[in-house]
């Protein structure tokens, strides 16, 4: 199995993390997102979607998904488990997982996809037609930024980890989504959010969000 990995993306750091969670060593190709060799013959042959993380099976199937690609490790290795433990943790995951992706993510790549001048024609992510650049969604992208992490904040108030008293892959993917706004020059939270300041410190303070 090859995992076709990304240096400074989001998406592959998602998995990264996940895998050293989980002490999971899998055969790695990093793939230059910047100098656009995803958009190359030779990757688009192997993800016609054009997009890291992916997944190569021995049997040729591809999993072209980050939270694919954890949960099919997490069914081969369910220890220790990340997704939830009984009905309650495993929904609450499951909840944050889609809201962290459509309000905190989406908000980050809206402001992010639609300003730089790189993504001209490629305001999406993936394989689609042209798509231009609108630059009104930045601001969108800014206004739903600062919702979620008002409610984000909110939320850590009354609880250690995202899901409850566990660290779960919930808590991964706020993390990629928070620095990724961070780092693309959304307002920094941890500023004025001292739950959410507290709770990004301890889980940026594992092992595993160096990887
Ligand atoms: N749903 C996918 C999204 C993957 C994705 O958007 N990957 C980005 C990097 S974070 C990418 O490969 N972008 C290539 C491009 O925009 O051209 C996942 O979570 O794996």
Redesign the pocket.
Known sequence: MKLYD?AW????R?VRIYLAEKRIYVERVVID?KQGE??TPAFVGINP?????ALLLDDGTLL??????CRYFEALQPDPPLFGTDPREIGLVEAWLRRIEHDCFQAV?LAF?NRVPA?AG?A???QWPRIEQIPDLVERGRSMWSAFIELFDAHLTRQSYVAGEAFTMADIAALVAIDFGIDTRLPDPRERHAALARWHAAVSSRPSAAA
């Open positions: 990304g993306a989001p998406s592959p998602r997102l995803h958009l979607q054009r997009q890291l993380p072209d998904d980050s939270l694919a690609i790549a996809r993504f490629r999406l992510s993936g």
